[in-house]
């Protein structure tokens, strides 16, 4: 990917060689800008910079009486003369730096016409110097506001004139949380995003004409022994944001403490507000975890906020505890400069502790070698450490030799003055023998052990080299598939300085269950940090390009094979959005609604992403079955498999609201009724009786309380148990239109289930009513999935829901509705036109629509003996999709499309058709030789919506002879809202399968 500085090289080489560099005389300059302002110069000026220059100056007058201004290249006439006439009136001072004479002395002219007419009515002092302004201009009073108005025509280095004027800003006589109150008013005020620079910071903190909050003053770190709550005598550090890793753990150091920060001093507080992995993650855990309140200030609504533990004397007088406090403060352990501008952070902390660290330098004679080394390091080495010790590893090369670094960190507690550093554990001896390179270093020597800052290619530090780094979560390294993809990546590195650095994690952050904090990716072993490395001197060239490339590639080949993305290196680009969908785990979808509540104007817009966009559409996933076929076991097993796979999700009871009102109303205990089998057979019969009482009242009961259980979860994926619906996805998706809904059937023997029950009411056979219990496999409907539980294993459980429910997890689902756009007020004012078929006007449209439908059938395609599809909607994607399965096709066509034989059916026009030409019946044929009966086929369509066209199909293959059980619908998106599925039921097709691949909600 191209960047603006490479093409603005690339447009620079165009200029021809003998092109004149002679600066123009100050005669030629004047004709050239009274040239401009006679073309299009001026309207421009008129229409757009004036009044936004009096926009973005309004504030600095305002909050003013007396206003300095210095100019630069102002020309024959100041802008700030152009401006309203209560900001002129504020200008006490003014100085212009115009080389140009010829415009001096016009300036000069225009300054001091009479004293009644002066531009400045309020002047005191002017001084227009006839000079160009450089880095060596002294300008001895401090000025409000710096204008750059003509460029800087003529000067070099023109970043160090831009910095050398900023020192020549006022400044506010106070540092404070005010100031930032300031910058958030007006952001909100002026609709502008904000970065926010923490001590150190990553690309994503500057970006060109973005407004920075540089929180370098809040760089103070305060020692607390005593405070109250419930960390009573427990010592704490409260850090400013402006403060650097290094500047705490010096200062905890000084006291004999700590905190598990990261690995290097530089970095800032985007560090530990979204994770913090380094060197005293095992002992003490993430950075994140050890936050414990924070003062920030709200980019809604710019008020200061404290949450948390904050002690008393570091809580700003104007503080106020917001009603969501918790959920703020368990945003922020994880994600947190995304919800507001932090000041400070009161971490906990801990005894100081003293480092043994080794290290071993080791030459691999070849890929075989690499393979069995690194896979006895992350099992034999790594995985037997207890929680005192660590271990990293680097893979790079040293010119044509694959090398493997091992830095193994060895800690105690240094506060008694005792103990000793435990010995090199005897496997690392036998496998990589002595260390080459062994020291005793504090938290503060640390840093300076980090491998690829000293021993690697020379060292990497002192700003000699440029990195790009992007870190990805690996369990289990020394799996064969993902040695293959490290090594061959690191064959294939674009620049001779790439590495992989791999950091220890394993139990101490598995321990921390994944949403007790923001951090929800917990089950790694390593953090693989992929970096990319270029000399300092190729910044912007093909190299640097190259390499940025290579690390998006590498982490792209992981991502299948890793446990989740580290956010902190995540920002605006679209390369990252991809990858921030794996940063959270879990917690994703109920960050993205922390943003839209704490950040609804998006101010905070350059931090990793957290986007609506970004979500799996909401599944819902209704278990059914007979009594006792193991439905709410199988949906917890599913539900485990889900969460493992980095997705939120639960499960509950459709009955659960009626077991709580019935133990409500009739002294029950209602935490038995939903946990104890044996006592909710007990009440079967009481309770069926119960909720049809309440039927009788409210006969739309069993409708209400499935939509309070689906929007009432905010999950990735819900699991519903107990539905008595005998057609559910039929008959309730219309009701929560948003969402995928599919259903599973769990199938069990008479015997298996008799056994099952008595197993619940410890071998007495209890009979049952029709509460929430018995659902039969109807007639006329065919679920979803179907799954037989009679003898299943664990493993099988599981085996299904990574076959059949996965699969709507993938990103390949979210691409393909990135493809089809809106069309707002088509075919009729307020209707929303998803333009489904421009899928294949999109480049990989076809093939991956194609590879979707092969992957999500749920059948098997080898048994299908031909594709049916009818319009051009399902003529388009069958004939990609008949490539792809190399099956037989067979076409539905208007009358008369087709030579006899032929049979015909009746269709009524289709959900758009019907808006554009109104009530218009015709036919479809398809000839009568194409299909034998008995025939096993799968019809293709673009949408699904009231169902008129698969209705029609559905009857003419019926005609023909096929099996409604032999017949597979398959459609690109499903509109719910207008119950297709249903009407295809009532015309007597239930027992036909239906799937799509999208869902969109509204008409």
Known sequence: MATLDALRIALRQQIPSEASTKALSDNKYQHG???????????????????KLSQLLQSQFVSRKEVSVLEVGPGPKSVFGYLP???????????????????????????HPTKETSPFPSLCTSSINIEPFTQETVVHEKQQIILFCHSLYGVSSKDQVVRHALDMLSEESEEDVGQVQRCVTWALKHRFCLTVVGGGHSGHCRWRNVVSVDMGAFNQVHIVRKTGGSNEGHPLVVAGTGCKTGDIIQAAQSEGLTVPLGARPSVGSGL????????????????????VGAVLVSVESGQVLCVGEVPYEHQPIDAIRPNNEDDLLWS??????????????????????????????????????????????????????????????????????????VTLFQSMETTTGKGHFPTTPESFIQIIGESDCTKTVDAVGLFDTEMYMSLMHGGHGGG????????????????????????????????????????????????????????????????????????????????????????????????????????????????????????????????????????????????????????????????????????????????????????????????????????????????????DRVYKEQHREALAAFFNQQLEH????????????????????????????????????????????VDIHVNASHKTRGLRRQIFTNGHSISHGNFNCTETLVSNYRPNFVFDNDIASDDQVQAFAKHSLFPFLGNDLRRLAGMVPSVPDFPRPGIKFRHVLEICQQKG?????????????????????????????GHIFAASLVLEVNARSS???????????????????????????????????????????????????DVLATGNTLLSMLELLNRAGINMEDISVMVVAEFPIHRGRQRLRQGGFGRVGIQSLLVFDGE
């Open 891 to 941: 076409l539905v066509r208007l009358p008369g499309k087709l030579p006899p034989p032929t049979i015909s059916a009746e269709k009524s026009p289709s959900h758009v058709s019907f808006h554009v030409n109104g009530v218009k019946v015709e036919g479809i044929e398809m000839r009568a030789d194409t299909l034998r009966k008995g025939a096993r086929v799968v019809v293709i369509d």
């Open 698 to 741: 409210r006969p739309h009961l069993a409708e209400e309380h499935f939509v309070e259980s689906v929007r009432g979860a905010n999950v990735d994926v819900l699991f519903i148990t107990g539905m008595r619906e005998e057609a559910p996805v039929a008959n309730l998706w219309h009701l929560v239109s948003d969402v995928r809904l």
């Open 332 to 405: 922020l352990k994880g994600a947190g400069n995304n919800f507001g501008i932090i000041t400070s952070v009161t971490f906990n902390a801990y005894p100081a502790r003293s480092f043994l660290v080794k290290d071993w330098l080791i030459r691999l004679k070849d890929e075989e070698q690499a393979k069995d080394i690194l896979q006895k390091f992350a099992t034999t080495l790594a995985r037997p450490l207890d929680r005192e010790s660590s271990v990293d590893a680097y893979l790079y090369y040293v010119n044509t030799q694959l090398m493997l670094g």
């Open 464 to 675: 000699k080299t440029a990195a790009f780094k992007r870190c990805v979560f690996l369990k289990d390294i020394e799996h064969i598939n993902i040695t293959k993809i490290l090594l061959t990546a690191i064959n294939s590195r674009p620049s001779a300085m790439c590495y992989f650095h791999l950091l220890h994690g394993g139990w101490p952050v598995q321990e921390v269950a994944s949403d007790v904090t923001a951090f929800g990716c917990r089950d790694w072993d390593f953090a693989c940090v992929v970096t990319g490395v270029w000399p300092r001197e190729d910044d912007d060239s093909a190299t640097a390009r190259a390499t940025v490339r290579w690390v998006y590639d590498v982490v792209e080949a992981l991502l299948p094979v890793s446990q989740g993305v580290y956010g902190a290196d995540l920002g605006p680009d679209p390369r990252d959005a991809i990858l921030a969908t794996k940063a959270f785990g879990p917690n994703l979808r109920k960050l993205v609604k922390m943003k839209q509540i704490f950040d609804p104007h998006g101010v905070l817009t350059y931090a990793c992403p957290l986007l609506k966009d970004m979500l799996s559409q909401k599944m819902v996933v209704l278990v059914t079955g007979e009594h006792g076929a193991g439905k709410d076991y199988c949906a917890n097993v599913w539900a485990a498999a889900v969460k493992g796979h980095g997705y939120s999700t639960t499960v509950i009871g459709i009955g659960d609201v009626t077991k709580r009102e019935y133990a409500s109303q009739r002294g029950a205990d209602s935490e038995r009724l939903l946990g």
């Open 272 to 291: 530990w507000l979204q994770g913090g992995i380094g060197h005293l993650l095992r002992p003490h855990g993430l950075a994140c975890d050890a936050i």
């Open 33 to 51: 800008f009274d040239l401009f302002l006679h073309h299009n110069g001026w309207s421009n000026y008129r229409e757009f910079v004036i009044p």
């Open 85 to 111: 006439n209560f900001m002129r009136q504020e200008i006490t001072s003014y100085t212009a730096y115009e080389p140009n004479h010829l415009f001096a002395e016009k300036l000069k002219a225009w300054l």
């Open 845 to 873: 449209g076809y093939k991956l629509c194609a590879s979707l439908f092969t992957q999500h059938f749920a059948d098997d395609w080898r048994k299908v003996d031909a594709i049916v599809s009818c319009d051009v909607g």
